[in-house]
């Protein structure tokens, strides 16, 4: 058995007794919450990641006024190495509840993986990754919240391999940050992180999927609100008088494309602008979409759309006023790391030490690295062997995890070794 294999394997375990402690924890942010965190269940979950880089040896473990854990695993060689850091977050997202996560560990023989008596159930038809999972240990839920993979297996991931090079200081390698965020669900994961005093050269989210994926290349992403001014009136007296706010969110969802432009009917490099939220009355309703495209002219071409579909709709009835509002929450990375090619030949060198073969991925989404490479700290993206996030037919498989850690690993190694 290969070095690299037995290391994966010793760290599989930790990570997933880390992992299994997180998800517990419920760490859904909320977009419209006024404080930072937007949650405190964050909070809980941050402290204790503080408390477990304390007990690893990693000893000016933090938490600042934002939330932000930090820590700093010295360096245990004596020649100048380029700083690194590596980057999870802790919350979930808003479109499962991430409230009372029931994990459950089970050995994959093939077939649908049932959750419980919720009636959901993994299906290799739908879940295509699955299929090469036979034999493998897997952590699902009972099938009644998300699983919180994204992202707690990141920092689960990151924990097991600092850990054990703090444990293990004849392992060569130079500085290497850790960093926990809250909110990037929301797309403001970073917005106050301190990059400049951070002190770090590049960085690594680990916030990906499949085993052996790396991304330098994300969606650039915008959020869009619109917010529907009726004209309410007794219904027993509307002739002609009652302009109902949420036919009219219906008449500009209505318009939307039904075979291009979505989420539901788009791939590979094509974007898209997809409702996400409505509430409302017949006086009142507030639409909210985000938009997405790999190219910024094409981002800005999605948000002019929904623009125009305001336009036109508010229009056909002057009576009603439909205010937008936009703005951008992250662009592509691929720009930023372009300039530094050894952020991911450094990454994929690591991931062929544990035994894959790198595959280069353009993630349909972005992540804290988005922002912080615009913020000057170029981030590339490492899977973590997540599947089907925000969902609950979440999963990850064991083995995959050890693999991410010992990658984490090996990535302080390759960097030393130049």
């Known amino acids: 058995m290969p070095p ?26 909320e977009e419209d919450s006024e404080t930072y965190p937007s949650t405190a269940g964050q909070l809980d979950l941050l402290r204790l990641l503080r408390a477990e880089l304390e007990a690893a040896g990693l000893t000016d473990a933090a938490i600042d006024e934002y939330g932000y854990v930090t820590a700093t695993l010295p360096p245990t060689v004596d020649h100048d190495i380029p700083t690194i850091a590596l980057f999870a977050h802790v919350d979930t997202a808003r479109e499962v509840s991430g409230a009372g996560v029931s994990p459950q560990r089970v050995r994959y023989d093939g077939g649908e993986i049932q959750l419980g008596s919720s009636g959901q159930s993994i299906r290799p038809e739908q879940s295509p990754e699955l299929a090469n999972h036979v034999g493998h240990e897997v952590i699902t839920t009972d099938g009644t919240t998300l699983l919180g993979a994204d992202d707690k297996a990141g920092a689960a991931e990151i924990m097991a391999a600092v850990a054990y090079l703090a444990a293990k200081p004849e392992i060569p390698h130079g500085t290497v940050k850790v960093a926990f965020n809250p909110d990037e669900e929301v797309g403001r994961g970073v917005i106050h992180f301190p990059v400049e005093t951070f002190g770090a050269a590049a960085a690594y989210t680990v916030d990906g999927s499949t085993a052996g994926e790396l991304q330098s290349e994300t969606f650039s992403g915008a959020s869009v609100r619109m917010r529907i001014h009726g004209r309410a009136i007794h219904p027993g007296w509307a002739k002609g008088e009652l302009v109902n706010a949420i036919k009219v969110a219906n008449e500009i969802l209505s318009r939307l494309p039904r075979d291009s432009r979505s989420p539901e009917t788009t ?12 509430a409302g009355d017949s006086a009142e309703v507030e639409l909210r979409f985000i938009a997405r495209d790999f190219e910024n002219a094409r981002l800005a071409e999605h948000v002019a759309f929904l623009r125009g579909l305001a336009q ?26 372009e300039r530094h090619p050894q952020i991911v030949a450094n990454l994929e060198e690591a991931i062929r030490r544990v035994g894959l073969e790198p595959r280069r991925t353009a993630i349909r989404g972005g992540t804290d690295g988005s922002a912080l490479t615009e913020m000057g700290l170029p981030t590339a993206n490492v899977f973590t062997g997540g599947h089907d996030a925000h969902s609950e037919r979440e999963w990850i498989c064991i083995k995959d995890m050890g693999l991410a850690a010992a990658t984490l690993v090996e990535l302080t190694r390759v960097w030393a070794e130049q």
């Open 312 to 337: 036109e709709v508010a229009a056909a009835e002057p009576r009603c006023t439909i205010e937008v509002e936009d703005r951008i929450q992250y662009l592509n990375t691929r720009e930023g790391l």
């Open 4 to 29: 690299e294999t037995t290391l994966a394997a010793q760290l599989a375990e930790d990570a997933a007794e880390r992992f299994l402690r997180y998800v517990r924890i419920d760490t859904q942010s």
């Open 267 to 278: 791939e590979g490099r094509d974007g898209y602008v997809h409702p996400v939220f409505v």
